[in-house]
C-alpha cells in the first residue's frame, strides 16, 4: 500500500501565502484514473474540500475558494504542492492531503494531516 | 446545489442499530463515500460506490441509498464505532467533491 505525508509550517502570519507539500509513495500520479486533493479541517469543524490535481494534470478548485488558491504537482518527485494566499484566522486548520481513484470513487488514502495556526 | 446535509449528532445503545444519513441533490447522480474519523486522526473511508467495504472495515458497517439520500448502518454497534461520520460526492458540476456536516455519533 501507499503513503502520504503533508508538510509545511505550523504557524504563519495573516496576509502571507501558505505553502503545503504532500509527499507520497506507493502509487504514480501519471496513472490514469488517479488524482490527489487537499482538503482542510478546521478545529471542532468538518471538513472542506480545496483542490484537486489529476494524472492529466487537470485541475479544479473549491468556489469559495478558486481566487486564492493553485495545485500543483511534480511528477518525478510524486509530491503535490498547495498554496493559499491572503492567508486569514479562519485558515487556522489541519491539512490533508488524499488520493482519490477513479475506479474507487472515494478519498481511499490520507496523510495524518499537518496543523496550520494562522496568526495576526 | 452543493450541500450534503447530516445530523450533527445521533446516539445507539452497545449492539443496536443505527443509520446515519447524508442528503443532498448531488447524490442523485453520485454514489457518496462515508469516512469515519476518530478524535485526532485522519479520516478512513468505510463505505463506497453503491454498497462497497474496503478491507479491514467490519461488514457491521454497510452503505445504501435512495433518491437524493444516502445511508450509513451500522448493525450491532460497538464501543469502537464512536466517531465523526462524514458523508462525501461529487456536487452537481462533477468537478468539485463536497463533505456534509459529519454526524457524530455516541455508543451508549
Known amino acids: 500500500q501507499g503513503t502520504l505525508r503533508e508538510s509545511g509550517p505550523a504557524l504563519v502570519k495573516s496576509t502571507q501565502t501558505l505553502t503545503l507539500t504532500c509527499t507520497f509513495s506507493?502509487?504514480?500520479?501519471?496513472?490514469?484514473?488517479?488524482?490527489v486533493s487537499w482538503i482542510r479541517q478546521p478545529p471542532g469543524e468538518a471538513l472542506e474540500w480545496l483542490a484537486r490535481?489529476?494524472?492529466?494534470?487537470?485541475?479544479y478548485y473549491s468556489t469559495s475558494l478558486k481566487t486564492r488558491l493553485s495545485i500543483s504537482k511534480d511528477t518525478s518527485k510524486n509530491q503535490v504542492v498547495l498554496t493559499l494566499t491572503d492567508l486569514e484566522a479562519v485558515d487556522t486548520a489541519t491539512y490533508y492531503c488524499?488520493?482519490?481513484?477513479?475506479?474507487?470513487?472515494?478519498?481511499?488514502?490520507w496523510g495524518q494531516g499537518t496543523m496550520v495556526t494562522v496568526s495576526s | 446545489s452543493s450541500d450534503l446535509t447530516q445530523d450533527p449528532a445521533v446516539s445507539v445503545a452497545l449492539g443496536q442499530t443505527v443509520m446515519i444519513t447524508c442528503q443532498g441533490d448531488s447524490l442523485k447522480t453520485y454514489y457518496a463515500s462515508w469516512y469515519q474519523q476518530k478524535t485526532g486522526q485522519a479520516p478512513v473511508v468505510v463505505m463506497f460506490g453503491k454498497d462497497y467495504r474496503p478491507s479491514g472495515i467490519p461488514d457491521r458497517i454497510s452503505g445504501s441509498s435512495s433518491g437524493d439520500t444516502a445511508f450509513l448502518t451500522i448493525t450491532g454497534a460497538q464501543a469502537e464505532d464512536e466517531a465523526d461520520y462524514y458523508c462525501c460526492s461529487r456536487d452537481t458540476s462533477g468537478k468539485r467533491w463536497v463533505f456534509g456536516g459529519g454526524t457524530k455519533l455516541a455508543v451508549l
Open positions: 488524499a488520493r482519490f481513484p477513479e475506479p474507487l470513487g472515494a478519498f481511499d488514502m
Open positions: 506507493g502509487f504514480s500520479l501519471s496513472t490514469s484514473g488517479t488524482s
Open positions: 490535481i489529476g494524472w492529466d494534470d487537470e485541475k
